[in-house]
Each structure stands twice: as structure tokens, then as C-alpha cells.
T-cell receptor, first 112, second 118 residues
Framework: SQELEQSPQSLIVQEGKNLTINCTSS?????LYWYKQKYGEGLIFLMM?????EEKSHEKITAKLDEKKQQSSLHITASQPSHAGIYLC????????????FGKGTKLSVIP | DTGVSQDPRHKITKRGQNVTFRCDPI?????LYWYRQTLGQGPEFLTY????????KSRLLSDRFSAERPKGSFSTLEIQRTEQGDSAMYLC????????????????FGPGTRLTVL
């Protein structure tokens, strides 16, 4: 079965700093989703990447997919307290399955 | 879209009791999913519906768990004879479901139901 490893597990940054979160898959990535979760709440969809080399941006968040490395990265520029939360990557396992396999998440804290 | 809604948001029950959760997906979304999330972990897939048909079930879904989606609209997840290990956040998600395309599409999640079994 596919496993996703996220690094780091937690991150504390000063407001205004840039940061990167990585998600590495044990198997081929057919599609990679990034979500954000506030403690005790549901997941908020951020971005979806399908093709190797694809890069998407939304406001100050950029995500990239490296098919060869079976890895995706999420980069936040000039972090703000509103960026704090748990970032989760979810992968499309392929083979006609519709479920997503998730990593354990990266907890981000932004100090004002 | 009004978003995915779940009810109740919190449920506390005693071991051995039955509980039922409800999920209302985004209107016109054909696919509906249930996941379970425990502290410090990512969501784990439980089951999936395409309209009213339950097409995938995880090994996590023991005989005590049953899910339905009558008429392809809202869905219910029932846990019978609850155990302390069932304590978790139960998340529902829905997606549009791309006709003729057998791959995932963006899943939109509800706020979850937090179950505590005493």
C-alpha cells in the first residue's frame, strides 16, 4: 500500500519568514492534493497537482510536484499567523481507486 | 455551494452503545466518502459511494460499522456496540465525480463529527 511521509512533522517560524513542507510517496504519484486543517476541524482544499513538474500558486502558497522523486513540496512565502495549522498531503493511489491516502501532517505555528 | 455538513459535531457515548452520524454532501456531488482520523494521524479511508452504490470499503470498516446513502443524497454512518478504540474524528467528503473518468477528483470535506467513547 502507498505511504506518504511528510517532513518536518512540526515547524515554528517567525511571521514573515518563508518555509517549505515536503511530502514523499513510497509509490508512483498519480495525483497529489494539499489540504489545511485547523485543530478539531475539517480539511480545507488548497491545491491539486497531477503532472510531473506541475506548479500551482494561490496567494502566498506554491506547490510543486516532482514525479521522478515521487515528491511534492509546499512553499509559503512571507508567512502570516493565518497560515498556522496542520498541512496534509493526500495521494491518488491510481488503479481505479477513489480514496485518498494521507500523510500524518505537518503542524505549522507562526509566531507574530 | 453550501459546503459539506455533518451532524452531530460532537458525540459522547458509553461503550456498547450504538451511534449514527449524518453527512449532507455538496448538492449535485455524485461521490461521497467517509474517513476516520485519530490524534496525530492523517485521515484514513473507510468507505466510498458513487450515487447510492457503496463501491469501496476499507478493512478498517469492521462488521460493527455500516454506511448507507439512500437515494444518492445524504449518507449515514452507524457504529454498533461502540468500543473505546472507535474514539476519533469521523470526516465526510464529497466530490463531483467526473463522468467516465476512473480517477480521483477534488474531495471537499465537512467539519467532522468527534466521537468519544467512555
Amino acid at each position: 500500500s502507498q505511504e506518504l511521509e511528510q517532513s518536518p512533522q512540526s515547524l515554528i517560524v517567525q511571521e514573515g519568514k518563508n518555509l517549505t513542507i515536503n511530502c514523499t510517496s513510497s509509490k508512483t504519484l498519480y495525483g497529489l492534493y494539499w489540504y489545511k486543517q485547523k485543530y478539531g476541524e475539517g480539511l480545507i482544499f488548497l491545491m491539486m497537482l497531477q503532472k510531473g513538474g506541475e506548479e500551482k500558486s494561490h496567494e502566498k502558497i506554491t506547490a510543486k510536484l516532482d514525479e521522478k522523486k515521487q515528491q511534492s513540496s509546499l512553499h509559503i512565502t512571507a508567512s502570516q499567523p493565518s497560515h498556522a495549522g496542520i498541512y496534509l498531503c493526500g495521494a491518488d493511489p491510481g488503479a481505479g481507486s477513489y480514496q485518498l491516502t494521507f500523510g500524518k501532517g505537518t503542524k505549522l505555528s507562526v509566531i507574530p | 455551494d453550501t459546503g459539506v455538513s455533518q451532524d452531530p459535531r460532537h458525540k459522547i457515548t458509553k461503550r456498547g452503545q450504538n451511534v449514527t452520524f449524518r453527512c449532507d454532501p455538496i448538492s449535485e456531488h455524485n461521490r461521497l466518502y467517509w474517513y476516520r482520523q485519530t490524534l496525530g494521524q492523517g485521515p484514513e479511508f473507510l468507505t466510498y459511494f458513487q450515487n447510492e452504490a457503496q463501491l469501496e470499503k476499507s478493512r478498517l470498516l469492521s462488521d460493527r460499522f455500516s454506511a448507507e446513502r439512500p437515494k444518492g443524497s445524504f449518507s449515514t454512518l452507524e457504529i454498533q456496540r461502540t468500543e473505546q478504540g472507535d474514539s476519533a474524528m469521523y470526516l465526510c467528503a464529497s466530490s463531483r465525480g467526473l463522468a467516465g473518468v476512473r480517477r480521483t477528483d477534488t474531495q471537499y470535506f465537512g467539519p467532522g463529527t468527534r466521537l468519544t467513547v467512555l
